[in-house]
């Protein structure tokens, strides 16, 4: 497991472990109570480390590389699914995926972010990071599904939309405006998660939903920690500090009104145990849809628009 800088005692408790089941394997020594015993003391740094993470901890704890991403959602949770490729005025961008598949037995249209596990799958979608032609894309099936009257489930995990020149070149605002817009405009419920990172506009093309969902230990910001403290204080060494000012955290956004609920994570963050984050976060989409789904096309719409107007109204005091 790769761990984090502040999980370096955690790290060599679970090295320690790692020893004593070697030593067991080899020498048919048993030491399996010794080893209960340290477990014991890594449950319990991990839930007290993980009980007041800062802001900028909370923001590594999204970026870790072991944390489930989108494919990994849609293996567990979606059935049959059938990606749609190509926003059919430049290309396909593999930073987003979307495609139709059912969800516990409904019809659903699913769109997120995908970064990639390794070099070659990261590289390959850009570390998650759209240009135009992926927010072109999510839009077109954002629409797809609305004519066929299915629910839209969008899981997001960006450090925000791709800011190459040939990005800006093909109109990377007037994209990511639009998508915004097609969430805006749909009569079918759409339901937004927040798995990982959730940064600036690149996030919020695929988030402007009926209910935003969040993961207890992702993040949420008009643009990342390192960006802000490279305007506001024009140096790298204030990053801690533009996480803390930021309000990014679930928590702070759950008391703004930017989201609707938080979905706990297991002990030690999504990435000590991807299944049940995976199933949990599934739980929570299942119960949100059933309450969306009655509700006529119109009102929805209407009441979406309201939320996005509303976001920050209400200050964190």
């Known amino acids: 497991m790769n761990f984090l800088d502040f999980e370096k005692p955690i790290a060599e408790l679970e090295a320690k472990i790692e020893e004593l ?18 477990q014991t003391k890594v449950d ?79 590289v390959r979608h850009n570390f998650g990071m759209a240009r135009p032609e992926g927010y072109r894309k999510a839009r077109r099936l954002m629409e797809m599904a609305d004519r066929f009257g299915i629910p839209v489930l969008t899981l997001v995990d960006t450090a925000g939309a791709y800011p190459g020149v040939d990005a800006e070149a093909r109109g990377q605002a007037e994209a990511i405006a639009r998508s915004i817009e097609a969430c805006l405009d749909l009569r079918v419920p ?12 690149g996030a919020i093309a695929i988030a402007a939903a009926d209910c935003v969902l969040m993961l207890e230990h992702s993040i949420y910001s008009v643009i990342s920690p390192e960006g802000c403290a490279s305007i506001l204080w024009r140096n790298g060494d204030s990053t801690k500090d533009a996480a803390e000012a930021l309000r990014l955290t679930a928590q702070d956004l759950h008391k703004l009104g930017a989201i609707d609920e938080i979905v706990p994570e297991p002990l030690g963050g999504a990435h000590h145990n991807p299944t049940a984050q995976i199933d949990s976060l599934g739980e929570y989409i ?27 109204k209400n200050g964190l005091g």
Request: charged letters at 30%; glycine letters at 12%.
């Open 190 to 201: 759409i339901l937004a998660s927040i798995i990982g990172e959730g940064g600036s506009g």
């Open 44 to 122: 319990r740094l991990l839930r007290a480390t993980y009980a007041k993470l800062t802001p900028w901890q909370k923001t590594q704890v999204a970026r870790h590389p072991d944390r489930p991403h989108f494919s990994d959602y849609v293996a567990r949770l979606i059935a049959e699914f059938t990606p749609l490729a190509g926003d059919r005025a430049f290309g396909d961008d593999p930073a987003i995926i979307g495609g139709l598949g059912r969800f516990r037995g409904r019809s659903v249209m699913v769109i997120g972010h995908e970064k990639g596990h390794d070099t070659d799958s990261r």
């Open 286 to 312: 299942e119960r949100n849809l059933a309450e969306l789904l009655p509700r006529d096309g119109g009102v929805l719409r209407a009441r979406r628009r309201e939320k996005f107007l509303a976001i920050g």
């Open 21 to 38: 089941r070697h030593l067991s394997n080899s020498d048919q020594i048993n030491i399996a109570e010794e080893i209960n015993r340290l």
